[in-house]
Every structure is written in C-alpha cells, then in structure tokens.
C-alpha cells in the first residue's frame, strides 16, 4: 500500500447504520510485514513478489498465525450499545488457563469453607475452571454470577466487588509470563492490558517486551504494575495521593484509614507527600471549642457524697473485675464499646463511614477486628462509626471493599523483574459488570483493550440513538436470530412508539443534569441498548480475521454485520490485499461451505 494511498485511507470515517461509522486511526505493517515476520532468518529481505505472496497463501493455508500478529490496526467505531456488546464478546486479549481468578468471600460463606458443587477451595479459581463451570451447567453459572469478584476501584483507590457477565475461551493464542519482585506470576497475551503506575498499558508496551528469532524474550523497559493490596491504606501511594488530592487534613486521613496521626504523618514523608508548614494549621474561620477559657474548676465532693458513690460500686460476684465472674471478655468489651459509641458518632459527625448515610440506627465498630488485635480492643481510635446494615455486612463477609479484617484494601505498585515466551497455549478472559471494567488476575490487576466513551465522564448528545431502517421477525429454528420482515405499516408505527419513548427518555436525563445528579447516575434514564457509543480498538491482522469469520457469518447480528462488512471491504482489503486473497480462498470460503 502506497504512502498516499495510506494517508487517504486513515482520519476517513466510513458510515455504517443510521449514525454509525468507522474510522481508522492508525496501522502498522502491510502484507510484506507478514512475510518477512516468517522470513526471520533471511532479515526481513524480499525474495521477490511472486516468492512473498506463495509464502503468504501457505500461511493462511496451514493456519501458521503469528506472521499475522505483525500487522496491527487502530480504529474509532461509533455504534449503538446493542451492537458494541456483540462486537466486545471477541477477545484478541487473554489469560492462561491456570490464572487464579480473585473472589471475595460471597453471600453466606463462612471463613475456611468451600463450596461442595464446585469444589474449590477459599476465594481463587482458576480461569479454565471457571469457563468449564460457567459453559457447563446453568446452576453453576447462576451461582458464579452471584460471586463477589475483586476489581479496583480507580476513583476511590481502593479494592471493591463485582460480578461476572460472561466467561471467553479466545482460542489458543502465545503467552508471556511476567515476574514480579513479590514473586507473583501472571501470564497473559501481549496485548492484555494491565494497570501500571503509568496508567493502563498491553504488556508489551508496558515492558518494552522484544523477542529474539530463538524465542527469548527481554525487557526493555522498567515496569511497575498494580497488585492486589493491602489493609494499611497508608502504605499506598495511590490511595495517600488520592486523599491528598481531596484535600483531606492529616487527621481526616487518620480517621478514613483507621490509625495515628503520626502514622500519616510518616507516610505521607514515605511517599513525599508531605503537607506545608500551613496546611497543619487550622481552616481559616475554625474556632477552637476552648479559645478564650482561662480553665476548669470543680466543687470539692463532701464526705457524705463520697459515700454514696461508694455505695453504688458492684462488689464481690457482682463486680466485673471479679475473677470469677461470670462477665466474659467479650462482654467487657461490648460493654466499653457501647460506652464509647456517643463519642465515637460524634467524632464522625453521626455519619456511617461504610455508606455515607446519617441515621438513628448507628454503632461503634472495631476498624480491626478484635479476634486479630485483641490488644486493640480498648483503644478509641480503633473504632468508627456505621450503620447497623453495613455493621451486618462487614461481619457476614459481604462488605465490598473490605478485607477479612474488615479494613479496605488499597493497591501496591510491584515491578516486573522477568518475563519469558511460555508458548501457544489456551486462553480465556472473564467480562466483568461496570463501572470498573476490571479484576484481579495472579494477584495482578487486569483490563480488557476496549477504550470506550464514559457516560460517567461525558454527556450523551440528543437524538443519538439508534433507528433500524426494517423491524425484523424473531427466528423460528434459531433463537439468536432475525428472519423476514414485519409489515410496514406496523413498522411505522413501531418506528413513532421508539422516537417517542427516545425523546421521553432524553428530557429524563436532561431533567437530571440541570438538577445537579452526576452524570453516571443520570444515564440510568436513557435506553440502554440504543445509546450510541464511541471507542477505540487496537487489534492486529490474525485477531481481526476471526472476529471477521465470525461477524461476516450469515447467522450473526445484521447490525454487527454491517460494521464487520465496511471494516473488511474498506479497510482490511486496502491495507492487506494478498492477506484479504488468501483470507478468502481458504477460511471464509470454508465457512460459507460448512
């Protein structure tokens, strides 16, 4: 492909539906790329046209597919949401099958017990168990879809829960393992996006990855990467910052991460984000509760007085400091707990610190639990304030963002210190209910490579929703598919019902805006399935034939067809002619025959 040729064809959006398009942004690579990639020994020479394109063909032929994996594309697609979730269901990014999956303890489980219909143990599953239970059988789908898997929060910079949509086998693919300086390992493709401490990155950028002809594979590059965390808040980095970032005093950070003072204070030198001498002083306009008050004096008691407090202390069996008493330490304890609980809601302004909420049904809670630190029991600072709901699902293990102590977890920054080529081995990937379209994978915090517009972030535009041109009938013999038309003239009014109800929908949201309500809660107004979205995907040439294969069939969604038929007929085969040739002889007429 021609230098002109290229420059016409990226930045040109290309319509598809009513309002969609796609645009490519970028690519890497053309057919000489590939055949070079298998020409290792020879340098990358050409040995003539004719010599290249048989290379090419018996590539294809013979399903040789990494040559492929040297071209790669970027695209911007704009397309409604009914037509993203096909197009997300195609992985090109991938985990081992023995990655153990994080779970945080779910709805009724106990500390130490496993559940008898899967029989794992604890709260990891590995990702081929996990496909094999999900595709296997719909009770243990059900029940997985319930589990609390771990994700990380990136605003609140803390660990939090969500639940499995689908589980992927994306095919046999080359996998790396990387090495972190805990001695965590994860293996994945090289394009799976991890979380580092420069943002989310595919791994082969994030390392810098090079691989020899011989198949060993290097760093180039030093890399710090997200792991699972820890209870002591201030030991993260990400999490100080964050607080910093809010404008939390260091006794706010104190009281939100459960320690010292002093302890923040150290921390926050740790992590040189250190406060000025100014910002320890007081807010402009505080008043100090004793300004002014030269001191305290109290009327001397009088002996008769004395004796009556006297008279009022428990003695013998009934005293608490009996030694054979029948007051256990448990109870000693609630008993001070409850004692220290109007101070401990006033220290927290009579607000739950788990949900936010003011309400008369409030306790005192141990930020560490009093089984693990016994000698924490009576200190004050160790208690805060929540809701008797959120008191409930700290104990019962179905707070989100806890740990088994019941304290948050934050994140560690770990660097890679190894990676080496594992081989072509199976894959899978897990999709994971928003807003953090992320989980915890090895330990690792992992993505998918979708980079999607947020309805969180921006607003959505009036009118920007999707209208089929026909209303097709639901299939007889298939389920998941369309067949014929229904008569126009109902159409039409189908077509009016649907403007109607878009046009409803969007003022609800507006309504929301103009009200004030972020923007992630206002959406909640619009139709879901309709809403036009915008992202961009990065994907190479041996990932976008299969996700071609498979959007190209007769049998997959008209929508997502028309995207997958403007892709291939004005991208793919500009860019990759031979490949495209090739393509088509041996696989989509194969597919077309079967």
């Known amino acids: 492909m021609s230098d002109d040729a290229k420059k016409a064809l990226i930045g040109h959006q290309f319509p598809v539906l009513d309002k969609g398009f796609v645009e490519l942004q970028d690519v890497m690579g053309d057919d000489l790329a590939i055949v070079n990639a298998a020409r290792v020994s020879f340098l990358g020479e050409s040995k003539g046209l004719e010599k290249d394109k048989k290379l090419l063909f018996y590539l294809m032929q013979h399903r040789h597919t990494s040559p492929f994996e040297m071209v790669e594309f970027k695209m911007r697609v704009k397309a409604p949401l009914v037509t993203w979730w096909q197009w997300a269901r195609h992985r090109t990014w991938c985990l081992s099958g023995d990655t153990e999956i994080i779970f945080n303890r779910p709805d009724r489980w106990r500390k130490g017990m496993h559940t008898k219909q899967t029989g794992n143990k604890g709260a990891k599953f590995t990702a081929e ?244 630190y016994p000698e924490l029991a009576y200190d004050f600072d160790n208690l805060m304030t929540v809701c008797q709901d959120c008191h409930i699902k700290i104990h019962t293990g179905k707070e989100m963002s806890r740990s088994h102590n019941g304290t948050p977890l934050a994140a560690l920054h770990k660097k890679v210190v190894k990676v080496r080529l594992v081989g072509i081995i199976d894959t899978y990937d897990i999709a994971v209910e928003g807003p953090n379209h992320n989980f915890v994978a090895n330990g690792v915090v992992v993505h998918n490579s979708f980079n999607a517009q947020s309805g969180r972030y921006t607003p959505f535009e009036e009118n920007d929703y999707y209208f089929p041109s026909v209303w097709r009938k639901q299939a007889e013999s298939n389920k998941q598919a369309s067949e014929g038309e229904i008569d126009s003239a109902e ?85 990759l002619p031979w490949t495209a040739e090739a393509f088509e002889k041996f696989r989509l007429s194969q597919r077309r025959n079967v």
């Open 129 to 372: 168990r996990l496909y094999q239970l999900w595709h296997g059988n719909s009770h243990h789908r059900k029940q997985i879809s319930n589990m609390l898997i771990r994700v990380y929060d990136e605003d609140a910079k803390v660990f939090t829960v969500s639940h499995i949509t689908d589980v992927i086998y994306s095919g046999k693919k080359q996998v790396f393992e990387i090495e972190l300086e805990d001695g965590k390992l994860l293996k994945c493709s090289k394009d799976h996006l991890i979380l580092t401490n420069e943002g989310w990155q595919r791994l082969e950028d994030a390392i810098g990855l090079s691989v020899s002809g011989s198949g060993t594979a290097t760093m180039t590059k030093e890399c710090f990467v997200l792991t699972n965390g820890t209870e002591d808040l201030w030991r993260s980095y990400e999490w100080m910052k964050a607080q910093r970032d809010a404008g939390l005093s260091v006794q706010e950070i104190a009281d939100k991460a459960g320690c010292s003072y002093h302890n923040i204070r150290k921390w926050l030198k740790i992590h040189n984000l250190q406060f000025d001498q100014t910002q320890y002083l007081f807010n402009e306009g505080f008043t100090p509760w004793n300004k002014g008050k030269k001191g305290y004096s109290q009327p001397p008691r009088t002996e008769e007085h004395l004796a009556k407090l006297r008279a009022k202390v428990k003695k013998g069996p009934e005293s608490h400091f009996w030694r054979g008493g029948v007051s256990t330490d448990r109870e000693l304890i609630g008993a001070w707990t409850t004692g220290q609980a109007r101070k401990v809601h006033e220290r927290f302004n009579f607000t739950c610190q788990i949900c936010g909420q003011k309400t008369d049904k409030l306790q005192a809670h141990h930020i560490k639990p009093v089984v693990d």
């Open 491 to 575: 159409g039409e009014k189908l077509t009016a019902l649907l403007t109607e109800h878009y046009e409803h929908s969007f003022a609800l949201y507006q309504q929301a805006l103009d009200a004030g309500v972020a923007k992630e809660l206002a959406r909640l107004f619009l139709p879901g399935f309709s809403v036009y979205y915008t992202w961009v995907v990065k994907v190479d040439a041996h990932n976008l034939m299969h996700w071609i294969e498979l959007r190209m069939a007769p049998d997959a969604q008209e929508e997502i067809r028309k995207y997958a038929e403007v892709i291939y007929n004005e991208i793919f085969k500009q860019v």
